[in-house]
C-alpha cells in the first residue's frame, strides 16, 4: 500500500475555503488538471455516494470517484476511484481544512492510499502528491489569497 | 462547556518543534510565562500519567497537570488540569502538531475545553488562548527564526 500526505497553507479563511471547495462537482473550477465535470444521474455533489464524472485537461483521461464522506463540521470529505487512467487500485483520499487562527488563514491536507499496479511505484506517489495534491493547493491559493 | 481552539504556523521542520514541546516538563524552558517545573513522584516525563507542578511567572501560583496521552506517531498529547489558580474545572487540553509539507514547517493547534467557575469567561478564554496557546507558537517562531 503506497501512501502519499501534502499539505499547504492557502492565504484565505477557512469557511471561505471550505465553501469553494466542499462541491464535489467543482474539480473544473479549481484544479488546473481537469477539464469538465458532471455529478452521474443528476445527484445533489454532496449526496454522500454520489459519483462525479471528470476528465483531465491533458488528455481527456476519463476518471469517475464516489464521495464516501462529507463534514461540514470536520471541513473534510473523503472519495475513493472507481475508473481512472492512473495505475492505481483500491486508491481512497481525503481532504481537510484546518483554520489557522493566527492569520485567520486555512491549513489543507490532502491524502491518499492506493496500490500502484504498474511502473515503479514512486513515480506514481510523486506524480499524485505534486502534480494532483500541490498543483491543487496552488491553485485554491492563486484564486481565493487575500494579499 | 468552553472551548478554545489557536493554531498556528511554526517557520520549521515538524521534528524539530516536536523536539522542542514533547517534553512534558519542559515548558518553562521555552514559555515565558511558566517558571520552575518537576515532575511529581520522579517520573520520567514521558510517562502517561505523570503530573507536572510548574509556576507561573511572576508569582502567579502554581498548576498541576497530568499527562493523559503521548504520541510521538501523531505529534500530540493531551493533559488535564489538577490543581491551579485559573477558575476553570472539568479542563483538558490537546496540542498536536501537523508538517506543512510545502515549504516544510508545521501547523501548532493547541485546543482545550473546560468550564468556567469564577468570573468573566471572555477573560478566561484571553489567558488560555492568546495568552498562553498564542504566545507558545509566537515564541516557537522565535526561537527557530534565531536559529537561522
Same mark, same amino acid.
Given at each position: 500500500? /503506497?501512501?502519499?500526505?501534502?499539505?499547504?497553507? +492557502?492565504?484565505?479563511?477557512?469557511?471561505? !475555503?471550505?465553501? $469553494? @471547495?466542499?462541491?464535489?462537482?467543482?474539480?473544473?473550477?479549481?484544479?488546473?488538471?481537469?477539464?469538465?465535470?458532471?455529478?452521474?444521474?443528476?445527484?445533489?455533489?454532496?449526496?454522500?455516494?454520489?459519483?462525479?464524472?471528470?476528465?483531465?485537461?491533458?488528455?481527456?483521461?476519463?476518471?469517475?470517484?464516489?464521495?464516501?464522506?462529507?463534514?461540514? /463540521?470536520?471541513?473534510?470529505?473523503?472519495?475513493? +476511484?472507481?475508473?481512472?487512467?492512473?495505475? !492505481?487500485?483500491? $486508491? @481512497?483520499?481525503?481532504?481537510?481544512?484546518?483554520?489557522?487562527?493566527?492569520?485567520?488563514?486555512?491549513?489543507?491536507?490532502?491524502?491518499?492510499?492506493?496500490?500502484?499496479?504498474?511502473?515503479?511505484?514512486?513515480?506514481?506517489?510523486?506524480?499524485?502528491?505534486?502534480?494532483?495534491?500541490?498543483?491543487?493547493?496552488?491553485?485554491?491559493?492563486?484564486?481565493?489569497?487575500?494579499? | 462547556?468552553?472551548?478554545?481552539?489557536?493554531?498556528?504556523?511554526?517557520?520549521?521542520?515538524?521534528?524539530?518543534?516536536?523536539?522542542?514541546?514533547?517534553?512534558?516538563?519542559?515548558?518553562?524552558?521555552?514559555?515565558?510565562?511558566?517558571?520552575?517545573?518537576?515532575?511529581?513522584?520522579?517520573?520520567?516525563?514521558?510517562?502517561?500519567?505523570?503530573?507536572?507542578?510548574?509556576?507561573?511567572?511572576?508569582?502567579?501560583?502554581?498548576?498541576?497537570?497530568?499527562?493523559?496521552?503521548?504520541?510521538?506517531?501523531?505529534?500530540?498529547?493531551?493533559?488535564?488540569?489538577?490543581?491551579?489558580?485559573?477558575?476553570?474545572?472539568?479542563?483538558?487540553?490537546?496540542?498536536?502538531?501537523?508538517?506543512?509539507?510545502?515549504?516544510?514547517?508545521?501547523?501548532?493547534?493547541?485546543?482545550?475545553?473546560?468550564?468556567?467557575?469564577?468570573?468573566?469567561?471572555?477573560?478566561?478564554?484571553?489567558?488560555?488562548?492568546?495568552?498562553?496557546?498564542?504566545?507558545?507558537?509566537?515564541?516557537?517562531?522565535?526561537?527557530?527564526?534565531?536559529?537561522?
Amino acid at each position: 500500500m /503506497a501512501k502519499v500526505y501534502r499539505s499547504a497553507v +492557502i492565504d484565505a479563511p477557512a469557511d471561505v !475555503v471550505w465553501t $469553494y @471547495v466542499r462541491d464535489f462537482n467543482a474539480l473544473p473550477k479549481w484544479h488546473p488538471a481537469i477539464a469538465t465535470s458532471e455529478i452521474e444521474g443528476g445527484l445533489p455533489s454532496d449526496r454522500v455516494g454520489c459519483v462525479r464524472r471528470f476528465t483531465r485537461r491533458s488528455d481527456g483521461g476519463l476518471l469517475r470517484e464516489r464521495l464516501l464522506a462529507l463534514s461540514d /463540521a470536520d471541513r473534510t470529505f473523503t472519495y475513493n +476511484i472507481l475508473i481512472s487512467p492512473m495505475p !492505481v487500485a483500491n $486508491y @481512497v483520499a481525503t481532504m481537510r481544512f484546518t483554520p489557522i487562527t493566527a492569520g485567520n488563514k486555512t491549513f489543507a491536507e490532502w491524502w491518499a492510499e492506493f496500490d500502484v499496479t504498474s511502473g515503479p511505484e514512486q513515480v506514481t506517489v510523486t506524480d499524485i502528491g505534486d502534480n494532483v495534491f500541490v498543483a491543487g493547493f496552488a491553485s485554491i491559493n492563486s484564486k481565493l489569497a487575500k494579499h | 462547556m468552553t472551548k478554545v481552539f489557536v493554531s498556528a504556523v511554526v517557520d520549521a521542520p515538524i521534528d524539530q518543534v516536536w523536539g522542542k514541546v514533547r517534553d512534558f516538563n519542559g515548558l518553562p524552558q521555552w514559555h515565558p510565562r511558566f517558571s520552575r517545573s518537576h515532575i511529581e513522584d520522579g517520573l520520567p516525563s514521558d510517562c502517561i500519567g505523570c503530573v507536572r507542578n510548574f509556576d507561573i511567572a511572576g508569582g502567579g501560583g502554581t498548576i498541576r497537570e497530568r499527562l493523559l496521552t503521548l504520541s510521538d506517531l501523531d505529534h500530540t498529547f493531551t493533559y488535564c488540569i489538577l490543581t491551579s489558580p485559573l477558575p476553570v474545572e472539568g479542563y483538558v487540553a490537546t496540542l498536536k502538531l501537523f508538517p506543512v509539507t510545502v515549504g516544510n514547517k508545521t501547523l501548532g493547534v493547541w485546543t482545550a475545553e473546560f468550564r468556567v467557575t469564577n468570573g468573566k469567561e471572555a477573560d478566561v478564554v484571553e489567558a488560555v488562548g492568546n495568552g498562553t496557546f498564542g504566545k507558545a507558537f509566537e515564541v516557537l517562531n522565535e526561537f527557530f527564526a534565531s536559529r537561522r
